[in-house]
């Protein structure tokens, strides 16, 4: 079973552009969840997906939208770029992100804001 | 409002020593609690979760809700042992609902 695929793995975006991440789950599994890594801040949950429906959303600004497909592939998109986003952004998944379950991670997209 | 601590970012530890990664957790509800691991250039992946009540790689954590914690221990610390540590906690955010509240997590250093 192939595992949850970020893509791209790197980028560099100037401030003020916008970029779009993408991420495929493990196939079977209907829920996306995205979180940015810091190191100063650790883990942050920034919003998770269900059916195409957004059940989750955390506390970042609306410059952070993202969105689900019916094959459950999602995309995050983040708007006018600020320094401070640049970060490790981590989607997972799993198979409907229920209270126990447990989250494969992909491996990250990690992003430059210069 | 739910909170995860982790009150060190760093713990270094020998070869053999036993090692306790702490977590104390504030949440209203029932809690469903995890560690995640992070090893070097590898994914976030589940370490262990309270419900199985299972032991990974030697690892044990009980969730002790007078205390409001779920510590992580093992008995005898390997080298391999070397990585990102995180508490999770899952909250319930409205109805059938639940997000993954994570701690900052404890670089763990084993040393030979």
């Known amino acids: 079973k192939a595992g949850v695929t970020q893509t791209p793995r790197y980028l560099i975006k100037t401030r003020g552009q916008q970029v779009t991440l993408s991420c495929s789950p493990i196939s079977g599994h209907r829920s996306v969840s995205w979180y940015q890594q810091t190191p100063g801040q650790g883990l942050q949950f920034l919003f998770e997906y269900f059916s195409e429906t957004q059940r989750n959303k955390g506390n970042f600004p609306g410059r952070f939208s993202g969105r689900q497909f019916s094959n459950s592939r999602s995309e995050m998109n983040v708007s006018t770029l600020e320094l401070g986003d640049s970060a490790l952004y981590l989607c997972?998944?799993?198979?409907?992100?229920?209270?126990?379950?447990?989250?494969?991670f992909g491996s990250g997209t990690q992003l430059s804001v210069l | 409002a739910q909170r995860v601590t982790q009150p060190e970012k760093l713990l270094s530890v020998f070869k053999g020593a036993p090692v306790e990664l702490k977590c104390n957790y504030s949440y209203s509800g029932s809690p469903e609690l995890f560690w995640y691991v992070q090893y070097s250039r590898q994914r976030l992946q589940l370490l262990l979760r309270?419900?199985s009540r299972e032991s990974i790689k030697g690892f044990t954590a009980d969730l002790n809700k007078g205390e409001t914690s779920f510590h992580l221990k093992k008995p005898f610390a390997q080298e391999e042992d070397s990585a990102m540590y995180y508490c999770?906690?899952?909250?319930?955010?409205?109805?059938?609902?639940?997000?993954?509240?994570f701690g900052k997590g404890t670089l763990l250093t084993v040393n030979p």
């Open positions: 997972a998944s799993s198979f409907s992100g229920g209270a126990g379950e447990k989250l494969f």
């Open positions: 309270h419900i």
């Open positions: 999770a906690l899952s909250v319930n955010s409205g109805g059938s609902n639940y997000k993954l509240t």
